[in-house]
Antibody, heavy 120, light 112 residues
């Protein structure tokens, strides 16, 4: 079965660092991009950025450039999203999703989401 | 303010047909980028509903259809069912953002 499995919910304090993960299985991890999408409480989907695990080519949406770091380890089929200093406004559900290298470029498989809560 | 504009809400009675619009500009939909649609049921992750403007992934009922014209796209749902009540998002790419992805603001579908 093709799936993306994300790490569990996190509760952090402002200023702390965090790295969440997204592990792919059931397909060739380097045949797809992995994107990250933010959904703040009660709000819509926001495109954060995308990484190609084959060579770690990474693109960030302007709103998220410099705010987060996206990385991947193709040897363990895992992509990451990390923060160096969390803010309360980072409280959200974060989804990873895979996107084909060519063709329709839609996110065809999604992870279950990781809820990040930042509160003092 | 999303780059792609969707109505915040639509509603319809069971069995009816509803449409959800997604309006963009010459730098995204009008530039020829495909439009994709996602369904997000309450408390769950989004799911791909329509890709490449009008294609359904395996398992998606043919009650769902998509179209694109000019700088806009539409999702149509016929034979509305209670389980269609969800949030729907369009997504495309934008040349002014170095061809990165953009989502619409989302539309809440209520089945009356």
């Amino acid at each position: 079965e093709v799936q993306l499995v994300q790490s569990g919910a996190e509760v952090k304090k402002p200023g702390e660092s965090l790295k969440i993960s997204c592990k792919g299985s059931g397909y060739s991890f380097t045949s797809y991009w992995i994107g990250w999408v933010r959904q703040m409480p009660g709000k819509g989907l926001e495109w954060m950025g995308i990484i190609y695990p084959g060579d770690s080519d990474t693109r960030y949406s302007p709103s998220f450039q410099g705010q987060v770091t996206i990385s991947a380890d193709k040897s363990i089929s895992t992509a990451y999203l990390q923060w160096s200093s969390l803010k309360a406004s980072d409280t959200a559900m974060y989804y990873c999703a895979r996107r084909p290298l060519t063709g329709s470029l839609a996110f065809d498989i999604w992870g279950q989401g990781t809820m990040v809560t930042v509160s003092s | 303010q999303s780059v792609l504009t969707q109505p915040p809400s639509v509603s319809g009675a069971p069995g009816q047909r509803v449409t959800i619009s997604c309006t963009g500009s010459s730098s995204n939909i009008g530039a020829g980028y495909d439009v994709h649609w996602y369904q997000q049921l309450p408390g769950t992750a989004p799911k791909l509903l329509i890709y490449g403007n009008s294609n359904r992934p395996s398992g998606v009922p043919d009650r769902f259809s998509g179209s694109k014209s000019g700088t806009s796209a539409s999702l149509a749902i016929t034979g509305l069912q209670a389980e269609d009540e969800a949030d729907y998002y369009c997504q495309s790419y934008d040349s002014s953002l170095s061809a990165l992805g953009v989502f619409g603001g989302g539309t809440k579908l209520t089945v009356l």
